[in-house]
T-cell receptor, first 113, second 109 residues
């Protein structure tokens, strides 16, 4: 099976712009979670989608949003980018609570200038 | 107090040494995850365990549910084991993972 894929891998944006990141889960996985990793805050949960519905949400402002399509692919969007949004954005598929391992993608490294 | 705490934060070792990384958590959990992150960012799930002990190659993970504590051991450490090791637990009744701050391990030849 192919692993979790994320596109793009690297991205440079300027403050005020918006960005959309994409994640394709492992075939058959219906849950996709998004995480932000920064040197200061470490790994933090953004949100989780399951069967096109947001099932859990972390403590991030409304500028961060996401969605999931019927084929389980997921996108996350960040509007009005701030310098502090520079981070590695990771998605993972699988269900860590219900006996499943989470499989992480390689991440998208976003730099906001 | 963080819900998941790891120690030590940084660890250096000589090749061949036995390594132990500890993780304590304060929430009730169904399972605990150990993750490995190499420079460049990619994260690999090493173990998911809910009781007892699991072994994979030179890696051993143990968990004590009553004491809310888990350890990751690396036997005969090697420079390629150099990475950040992160433990994570699902928040109560969700798939949302709460992460420890990570342990940065450097193994020197």
């Amino acid at each position: 099976k192919a692993g979790v894929t994320q596109t793009p891998r690297y991205l440079i944006k300027t403050r005020g712009q918006q960005v959309t990141l994409s994640c394709s889960p492992i075939s058959g996985h219906r849950s996709v979670s998004w995480y932000q990793q920064t040197p200061g805050q470490g790994l933090q949960f953004l949100f989780e989608y399951f069967s096109e519905t947001q099932r859990n949400k972390g403590n991030f402002p409304g500028r961060f949003s996401g969605r999931q399509f019927s084929n389980s692919r997921s996108e996350m969007n960040v509007s009005t980018l701030e310098l502090g949004d520079s981070a590695l954005y990771l998605c993972a598929s699988g269900e860590p609570l219900h006996g499943g391992t989470q499989y992480f993608g390689p991440g998208t490294r976003l730099l906001v200038l | 107090k963080n819900e998941v705490e790891q120690s030590p934060q940084n660890l250096t070792a000589q090749e061949g040494e036995f390594i132990t990384i500890n993780c304590s958590y304060s929430v009730g959990i169904s399972a605990l995850h150990w993750l490995q992150q190499h420079p460049g960012g990619g994260i690999v799930s090493l173990f998911m365990l809910s009781s007892g002990k699991k072994k994979h190659g030179r890696l051993i993970a143990t968990i004590n549910i009553q004491e809310k504590h888990s350890s990751l051991h690396i036997t005969a450490s090697h420079p390629r084991d150099s990475a950040v090791y992160i433990c994570a637990v699902p928040a109560y009744n969700t798939d949302k993972l709460i992460f420890g701050t990570g342990t940065r391990l450097q193994v020197f030849p």
